[in-house]
């Protein structure tokens, strides 16, 4: 479904650009715009929401992957666009049409749920003690491919490249793009290899008698049980108490709304409306409206900003284009050093994300005063700590909230990314923009007048506000980290142990030989008949 909205949408703007349809209506155009930009969504969740409960208990380093990836991928086209169409705008978009289709059809039946990696067994154990280093050395490949990217956007702004260099440039890009295959397969062999070592090992078998366990079951079960069950099978089918009546509609939904606002415990599975209607949720998505919003703004705005700052396009073009780099860093720095640190020192994730929205702060005052030459390492700040609030808030909706109706949770905690844009950079940020350059241009903005703004003032107002609302995301976030503490005190992935623990037992039960069994009051046999 999300190929062929990806296809319908985009391939539709294409034909229109390249006049080969009738010029479409305003409202024709936005609908095509809404198909294919929400086909992502359907890409995202398969993709994530698959990986995040295959892995539970490294959730943080495989939404710093994918999440990094994504961040990535803007640079990844611009090199495949110009390798396979050359300078062409019109083809970008035909691009974006075609491609993410082929790959979802081509990929579509990798995503699936795996069987969780056990710890008794050997496969399970295998994978359970080698799943980390694979995200490691996905890590070390994603770093050289944001590397290899960084140089070839560097070189390609200062020497112009043929087609056939762009040709040649994507193909290391690919080469590098693929090496986790490589990651995987090797993962795979080491996994059968110590299989295949563990099934040579002679099992070792305790069993029990089962009339034994009859009769202490029976001494053990409470009086008013055996009188109920005795009452159950002396009363015949005319004695039995007919059913009560179902409930009535009312009784339903008053059943329904209280189960609603009776919330399980942190870290179990929550219902959606449970989940939605919760006091951490409403703090989360507050926290992140203001954080992400902000930082969004200031990267959908760093054009403009720059040549309002009088930067030259030349340094506007660069630092704009490295955005993606320092937004991989942040998701991927995110994903995992707030997995290693809950692992090791028990550091919550809310109270690295109440970190990420104060260090953002620091960004959006450097574009506030216009410190000379900031703006650099404002780009950097901001495309971090937008990337960096991405795989906290989906990790904390995945522990907090489960992973029952995780897919529909996680496009949730999305809906605060165009929420938060709306307000603060249309609302905010543009009305500010426009009110200055029309004071700067005569008072008025005609439809075919400058509307060019220069000066640090065009971009004061609106950085200030967006400022004093991430100091309020951090002050919303900190009531989550307080409501969390004990949650994150604890052990929060003891539960998908404790369940591969019983899956393996379930398991051993019935793989093994059906073994004679004599075992009552404590005494044992083993396979060879000797007590235990």
């Not at 943080?60 to 666009?81: D, E, H, P, R």
């Not at 996994?191 to 366990?213: D, F, G, H, M, Y």
């Not at 309002?308 to 050093?337: C, D, E, H, P």
């Not at 369940?499 to 396979?527: F, Y």
Request: charged residues 15%.
């Amino acid at each position: 479904m999300g190929a062929a909205m990806n296809l319908a949408g985009y391939l539709m703007i294409y034909l229109a650009i390249d006049g080969r349809t009738a010029r479409p209506p305003v409202w024709l155009m936005c609908i095509y715009i809404c198909v294919g930009a929400n086909s992502q969504s359907f890409a995202n969740t398969g993709a994530l929401v698959t990986c995040v409960k295959n892995f539970p208990e490294s959730r943080g380093m495989v939404l710093g992957l994918l999440k990094g990836f994504v961040g990535l991928s803007g640079a990844i086209f611009t090199q495949l666009y110009l390798a396979i169409y050359g300078d062409d705008a019109k083809s970008l978009v035909l691009l974006i049409a075609w491609l993410p289709a082929a790959i979802s059809i081509l990929f579509v039946h990798t995503i699936r749920i795996m069987p969780y990696p056990r710890r008794g067994r050997g496969a399970g154990s295998a994978a359970a003690a080698t799943s980390n280093d694979a995200f490691f050395c996905f890590l070390y490949i994603s770093i050289a491919l944001a590397i290899y990217l960084l140089v070839m956007i560097v070189v390609q702004k200062q020497v112009n490249f043929s087609h056939a260099a762009f040709a040649v440039s994507a193909a290391a890009l690919l080469l590098v793009l693929f090496l986790p295959l490589a990651v995987v397969v090797k993962q795979e062999y080491k996994i059968q290899k110590e299989l295949e070592e563990s099934i040579r090992e002679p099992p070792t078998v305790t069993v029990e008698n089962p009339a034994a366990s009859l009769q202490m079951a029976s001494a053990a079960e409470p009086p008013a049980a055996k009188s109920q069950q005795k009452q159950s099978t002396t009363t015949g089918e005319n004695g039995t108490e007919p059913p009560p009546p179902p409930p009535s509609r009312s009784s339903c939904l008053g059943s329904c709304l209280r189960h609603m606002f009776s919330p399980p415990a942190q870290g179990d599975d929550f219902t959606i409306l449970q989940a939605l209607v919760s006091v951490d949720m409403l703090v989360l998505f507050l926290a992140t409206i203001c954080g992400i919003g902000g930082t969004l703004t200031a990267i959908d705005n760093m054009g403009q900003i720059g040549q309002s700052l009088g930067y030259q396009a030349k340094s506007i073009n660069t630092f704009v284009s490295l955005i993606s780099i320092w937004n991989y860093a942040g998701r991927v720095t995110a994903g995992f050093a707030s997995e290693i640190f809950l692992a090791r020192y028990r550091f919550p994730r809310p109270l690295m994300l109440t970190l990420v929205l104060l260090l953002s702060c620091a960004g959006h005052l450097l574009i506030a005063f216009g410190v000379p030459h900031s703006l650099y390492a404002a780009s950097v700040v901001i495309g971090f700590c937008f990337g960096a609030q991405w795989p906290l808030l989906f990790a904390i909706i995945s522990e907090v909230f489960g992973l029952k109706y995780y897919s529909t949770l996680y496009n949730f905690g999305s809906v605060a990314s165009p929420i938060g844009a709306y307000v603060l950079n249309v609302r905010v940020a543009g009305a500010l923009y426009d009110a200055e350059a029309a004071k700067q241009h005569g008072g008025s903005l005609d439809a075919g007048g400058d509307k060019t703004c220069i000066g640090v003032q065009c971009f004061r107002k609106a950085f200030l506000i967006i400022t004093a609302a991430t100091v309020a995301a951090v002050l919303v976030s900190l009531v989550l980290v307080w409501r969390t503490r004990n949650f994150y005190k604890g052990d929060i992935y003891a539960k998908f142990r404790d369940n591969a623990a019983a899956d393996d037992d379930d398991d051993a039960e019935e793989e093994g030989p059906k073994w004679p069994k004599k075992e009552a009051e404590g005494e044992s046999t083993s396979v060879n008949g000797r007590k235990g």
